[in-house]
Each structure stands twice: as structure tokens, then as C-alpha cells.
């Protein structure tokens, strides 16, 4: 046996080490820092965005696990997903909203025994965030918390003009036309946005009405309850309305309350936050209350955001190890939830009456008693042909037409003929 | 392989082959995809709103290029007199396409704004508009009128800058003994301006033309393709059903849809150019 040299041992133990790793595809241990990266949302409660980058310091100083939080704005992160996942390379996790772990169901890591220990915790997961988030049985995102749409309303005008809070669609056409005499229209946006469509939806669903049934196939829009939905745009649209709502994106309806022009508006609270928190005149003078209803019941639009974990990833322990800090303990996923200022609420049955609620009188109306919640598309499961449906705005488009001089009837069959097209597709 | 090849097959084939390689496929993002030929783009003609793309396309890029190549002309003509502060009219001039378009839409969707409107607020003080003034971006002509409108404000300093090289270059004395043979301004313009400048604005219109058809931001910014599709452009449309819906393959279909026309443009306009040329 020839003599162990300095050199011959160098060489071997470096030589054997490096097939190891090689072999392996991972770095030892020893040495190793763990990592995990999140690409996240602009949170459009940007306090929230603050106090995430808080608790990841801490959880970076508690676990010895680093982490970097990445920002993007909520219309980029579908062109963003998609690089990640053609290139199979990028962020371990990423926030998801909606029907996005539907899209990527096959490229994201089972996240169940997550959220069986949150559900043990908290309560069940909200239905609408549950739909979104287990996919064909599986969880594929841990939902994290929703912002749901609300009647945002001017308390000022309402008592100035003895006007009743509506309790139905129909009772606000009835406020509606009053309130535009005064100057102060109903701000219901109608064009290729999805403030439209998450107003449309509620309306439509309260009278009873569907895009796409159950069985995410059939097409069911072309219906009386459709054409009762529209005849109420219509009227809403003539009498208490401005055709500037035709021209409007997101932001336009919150930027109407907030300087005063509209009356009515639907969404979420962040046109009350933000009149808050710049201090704008009109922020005394807006309450809010709960969604109309209509004959088949009160539904609501509901944006629930969850946390995935791709695949691709090499750190998906890391990265549940984050989910776990962040959202389960009770005092971080408080602390983490009171940032937001009630924009973004937990989506867990025990934690509905959350004490962000009581932060101020003007929650109220969040609690919402007898709303149901829905994501876009309901009842039909999220897919990417229901998904094609929503993204193409046909519902917004039909009643565009509609209220523009289109029959009720013709407006109604382009839809339904535009929805078969992408089922057909 | 020489750096210059590799960089052009690594930055502009590749990319380019992929989105062939899509769009006659029905790959979806993530999942396994498979070649179908051209059902993709059979498929498409049977949506309304591809058809109404498609028609809007041709508007756009039609009224964008058209009024950019008569104010190109014009405001290259003023701007080879002598005038004063000549220089500092000429970098003026090239300001709307040095700032980032996305950027300067945002200027423009402010002036448009139903709430916030300055045009409207300047037409209803000067008695111009009826209250309460066109709905910019929520009617349909009125929305493409924005869009094209917008276009030319950013396209048209490419038109005036070299248009204006091309009218430096044009030799004095071909005027002069033009003025000597009687002819007026507009003789000389038809008979010497024009056709020493055709070159130039064969170029200048082919690239705008491309560049027109493929428009992103300003519809993006402005209209997000609405009111009810009527601004939509192919690139808007194919990252509505490419990227938010992950349908690549489709998406491919609609941004290659008219690849093929525009191949031809190019190859008929190189072709007059070189005729020129020799």
C-alpha cells in the first residue's frame, strides 16, 4: 500500500467530495446558507408591504434562514409567472391571487399539511379562498388573506336627502336617481376592467343569473335572470349614472368618491384608506354598507391571495418554514393583518370577527352579515377557459353594448357566442 | 462562430422561433404542449374580438402613419429654414419619443381622464365643448382618435428628424435652377423635394409602419383595448390571452398574425429603395 502523502490525500478527499455534490446536485450542509426568495404583489395597503419586510428580518434572525422579498405590480405578475415557469427558474415563492393556482396547479408543491395546521388553528378556510386555492382536491397555494368588495357610500349626501342605505339593487336605482339630481352620481365602472366585472358579477348572481355552469362547461349567460340584470344597468346607466364609467379603469371609481363627485360607489375599502390617510375632506363623509342583494340572494366578489410554491424550487422546506412563521402564529398573522388597515382580512372561519374591525366605526358594514362570497366565474370551478372568459371582459362588453344601444336580446347572444367560442377553443 | 452571429441568434432567432414554435402549438404555460399546424390561427377568425383587432389595426396604423408622414414632412420643412434658436427647436423636437413611452401616456391618460380632463376643462372654458365634453377614452371613436392621436404626438419626431437629414442632403443648387426655370413652391416641392426624398421616406414610413402595427404601451396605458375592444392592437390582445389567461400558443397565433403582410411590406419597400438607390 503505498503512503498516504499530504498531496494523495488532498486530492482524493477533494476529488470524492466534489462527485458527492456533484452527485447529490446540493451543497453540504455545513456552511450552507439557507435562502428563500418571495416575489410578492405592490400591496395596494403598501403599509402591509412594510410590515412584511419586518416580519421577514425577524423570521431571518429567529430561523437563520434568509430571505429576500421581491415586489411587482399586481398587472405584471402574470407575465412574470409565466418566464418563471417557462425557464423553470426564479423565486422559491409567490404571492397568488384568485384562480392563479389553478393556472399553475402542475408546477406547484402540495401545500396541504400547511393549511391542515392553519385550518386546525384558525378555523376552515374561507369558501371562496378554499375554491381558489385547492385545486382538483389539492392544496396547491395557503391562502393568506382576501379583500372583499363592499357598498362604499357618502354618508353626508344620504342624510342631507333623507335617502334610505340600499338594501337591494333595485332599492339603489331608487337612491341612485336622486343622487345623481344632486350632482353625485352612482360610480359603476363599465369597461375592460375588473372593478366591471366584480360588480357585474354580484348583480348578476343576485338575481340569479350565470356565465358558465357548474360542470365549467356549459354555457348558461343567455337567460331571463341576464336580462334582468341588464335592464337594471340599463336604467342605472340612463338615470343615475355618467358615460364617463364607460371610459373608467380600477382606480377611476375610488378617485370619484374620493374628490367628491360620486355618490355610490363598489369597492373595496381602500377609497375610504386612502381618503384617510391623505386626509381628503371627503374621508369624514364616507361609510360604507353591505352588498345589495336581489332576488336569489346577496353575493359579493371576493379577491382572496394566497402563497405557492413552485416546483422548480430547491428550497420548498425554507419556504414553508416562512408560511408557518408568517401566518401561523396568531400574534404575527394579527400583527400582519392590522397592517393592512382592513383592506386585507384573514381568511379564516375563527378569525372573522377580527379586531382590525373594531379599528374604526366605518368597518362595520366589512362584517357583512348574509353575504356570500365569490370568486370570478362562480359557480363554475376556475379554469382557463372560465379564466379566458373573465380576462376578455365579455361581461362587461355585453353590457357596454347594451346600455349603449344594443338590444338586451343581441347583446346577450354576442356574449353567449363569444363564451361558447372559448369553451369551444 | 463570430460574437455578432451568436448575439443575433441568441437575442432575436431563438426568441423568434419559439413564438413560430408556439404558435402553431396548444402549449399552455407549464404544461406539456403539442404542434396542432394552424388551428390557432383558424380559430381566431372566429372571435369577435381578433376581428375587431384586426380591423382596428389597420385604422390605427393607417390614420398614425398617414397624418405622421404629412406633419413629418411639414414640420421637417419649417425646421430646415433659418430659424431662430434653431438648434434648441430641433432637440425640442425630439423630446416626445426620448421619454419612456409607458411614461408619457400616463401624461396623456391624465389629460384624458373623464375627472380630470384638461382638454375638456380648455374646450368647455373656452366655449369650444358642450358639457361635459367628449368621453375621451369611454367612446369608441373617441378612444381610437385618443390613441392615434397619442401615436403620432410620440412617432412624429422619428418622421421630422430624418426627414430633415434627407432634406439637408438634397444639393441648393438643384432649387436654384429650378427658381431660374420659373417654378414656384409648390413646383419645386412636387418636382425636386418629393422625389429626392422618397428614399428617406420609404424607410422612415417602413419602419413606422412596423413599429405602429406592433404598439403596446399606448393602448395598454390608455384604453387597456377598450371601449368594448374597439382599441384593441395585436400586441394588447395577445398578452390578454397569452400571458393573464396562459393560452402562449393563441397569444403567439395573434402577435405573428400578420407577420407574413409585413414580411411582404418590407421585401416590396427594400426593393423600391434599392431601385432608387441604383
Known amino acids: 500500500m503505498p503512503a498516504i502523502t499530504r498531496r494523495r490525500f488532498l486530492t482524493s478527499t477533494t476529488g470524492a467530495g466534489l462527485a458527492g455534490i456533484l452527485a447529490m446536485r446540493t451543497a453540504p450542509a455545513r456552511g450552507q446558507q439557507r435562502e428563500v426568495s418571495y416575489l410578492c404583489w405592490n400591496n395596494f395597503a403598501p403599509l402591509m408591504d412594510k410590515k412584511l419586510a419586518e416580519i421577514g428580518q425577524r423570521f431571518t434572525k429567529d430561523t437563520g434562514i434568509k430571505l429576500k422579498i421581491d415586489h411587482i405590480a399586481a398587472a405584471q405578475q402574470a407575465a412574470k409567472y409565466a418566464s418563471e415557469v417557462q425557464s423553470q427558474a426564479g423565486h422559491d415563492m409567490v404571492e397568488m391571487r384568485m384562480h392563479f393556482p389553478w393556472l399553475y396547479e402542475g408546477q406547484l408543491v402540495d401545500l396541504g399539511d400547511v393549511v391542515a395546521e392553519l385550518e386546525k388553528k384558525y378555523g376552515k378556510v374561507l369558501s371562496s379562498a378554499a375554491e381558489t386555492a385547492r385545486v382538483h382536491g389539492t392544496w396547491r397555494a395557503v391562502p393568506q388573506y382576501h379583500a372583499m368588495f363592499v357598498a362604499t357610500y357618502r354618508e353626508d349626501l344620504f342624510k342631507k336627502a333623507g335617502l334610505k342605505v340600499p338594501d337591494t339593487w333595485e332599492d339603489l336605482y331608487t337612491v341612485g336617481k336622486e343622487l345623481k339630481k344632486m350632482g ?16 357585474a358579477g354580484p348583480v348578476l348572481w343576485s338575481y340569479g343569473g350565470l356565465e358558465v355552469d357548474k360542470d ?49 360607489i363598489h369597492n373595496p375599502v381602500s377609497a375610504y384608506i386612502v381618503a384617510k390617510q391623505m386626509k381628503l375632506p371627503t374621508a369624514d363623509t364616507i361609510n360604507h354598507h353591505r352588498t345589495p342583494g336581489g332576488p336569489a340572494g346577496r353575493h359579493e366578489t371576493d379577491v382572496p391571495r394566497h402563497i405557492g410554491i413552485w416546483k422548480f424550487s430547491k428550497n420548498a422546506e425554507p419556504a414553508k418554514e416562512f408560511i408557518r412563521y408568517l401566518l401561523g402564529k396568531r400574534e404575527t398573522y394579527d400583527e400582519f393583518i392590522m397592517s393592512a388597515d382592513a383592506f386585507n382580512l384573514p381568511v379564516y372561519d375563527k378569525l372573522q370577527d377580527h379586531p382590525v374591525l373594531k379599528t374604526d366605526p366605518k368597518y362595520a358594514g366589512l362584517r357583512a352579515e348574509g353575504v356570500q362570497y365569490h370568486c370570478y366565474g362562480w359557480p363554475a370551478p376556475p379554469s382557463d377557459k372560465v379564466q379566458l372568459i373573465t380576462n376578455s371582459f365579455i361581461m362587461p362588453n355585453m353590457i357596454a353594448k347594451a346600455v349603449t344601444g344594443t338590444s338586451t336580446k343581441d347583446a346577450i347572444t354576442w356574449a353567449e357566442s363569444e363564451m361558447k367560442k372559448v369553451m369551444a377553443g | 462562430m463570430s460574437p455578432a452571429l451568436l448575439l443575433l441568434l441568441l437575442l432575436v432567432a431563438y426568441p423568434f422561433c419559439m413564438a413560430l414554435y408556439f404558435s402553431v402549438s396548444n402549449a399552455f404555460i407549464g404544461r406539456p404542449s403539442h404542434f396542432i399546424g394552424i388551428r390557432n390561427f383558424l380559430n381566431l377568425w372566429q372571435s369577435d374580438a381578433f376581428r ?22 411639414s414640420l421637417a420643412m419649417l425646421l430646415d429654414q433659418q430659424l431662430w434658436f434653431k438648434r434648441l427647436i430641433r432637440g425640442a423636437v425630439l423630446l416626445p419619443w426620448v421619454i419612456p413611452t409607458a411614461l408619457s401616456t400616463l401624461g396623456w391618460w391624465w389629460m384624458f381622464n373623464s375627472l380630470y380632463s384638461v382638454v375638456n376643462w380648455t374646450g368647455l372654458t373656452l366655449g369650444l365643448m358642450d358639457p361635459p365634453g367628449p368621453n375621451w377614452l369611454g367612446q369608441k371613436y373617441y378612444a381610437m382618435t385618443a390613441v392615434v392621436v397619442v401615436n403620432i404626438w410620440r412617432g412624429l419626431p422619428f418622421f421630422v428628424i430624418t426627414i430633415l437629414a434627407g432634406l439637408v442632403a438634397i444639393p441648393r443648387e438643384l432649387y436654384e435652377a429650378a427658381e431660374a426655370d420659373g417654378a414656384g ?19 422612415v414610413v417602413l419602419f413606422s409602419t412596423i413599429f405602429t402595427f406592433s404598439d403596446f404601451n399606448i393602448v395598454f396605458v390608455l384604453t387597456h383595448g377598450g371601449p ?48 432608387q438607390a441604383y
Open chain 2, 228 to 275: 368594448i375592444n374597439s382599441t384593441h392592437l395585436f400586441a394588447t390582445l395577445a398578452r390578454q390571452v397569452g400571458l393573464e389567461t396562459g393560452r402562449i400558443g393563441e397569444g403567439a397565433a395573434i402577435s405573428l398574425y400578420l407577420s407574413p403582410v409585413l414580411m411582404l411590406v418590407v421585401f416590396a419597400q427594400l426593393r423600391f429603395v434599392r431601385k
Open chain 1, 216 to 264: 365549467g362547461k356549459t354555457v348558461r349567460i343567455n337567460s331571463p335572470q341576464t336580462a334582468q340584470m341588464i335592464e337594471w344597468y340599463k336604467k342605472m346607466f340612463r338615470d343615475c349614472m355618467e358615460p364617463e364609467v364607460l371610459s373608467w379603469d380600477d382606480a377611476s371609481n375610488n378617485q370619484a368618491i374620493q374628490q367628491g363627485k360620486a355618490g355610490w
Open chain 1, 184 to 199: 353625485n352620481p352612482v360610480g359603476i365602472p363599465i369597461s375592460q376592467n375588473y372593478d366591471s366585472i366584480s360588480t
Open chain 2, 52 to 73: 375587431q383587432t384586426f380591423q382596428n389595426a389597420f385604422v390605427f396604423t393607417g390614420a398614425a402613419v398617414g397624418a405622421k408622414l404629412v406633419l413629418g414632412i
Open chain 2, 185 to 203: 413652391a409648390f413646383a419645386r416641392f412636387w418636382h425636386v423635394t418629393l422625389p429626392l426624398l422618397k428614399p428617406v421616406l420609404a424607410i
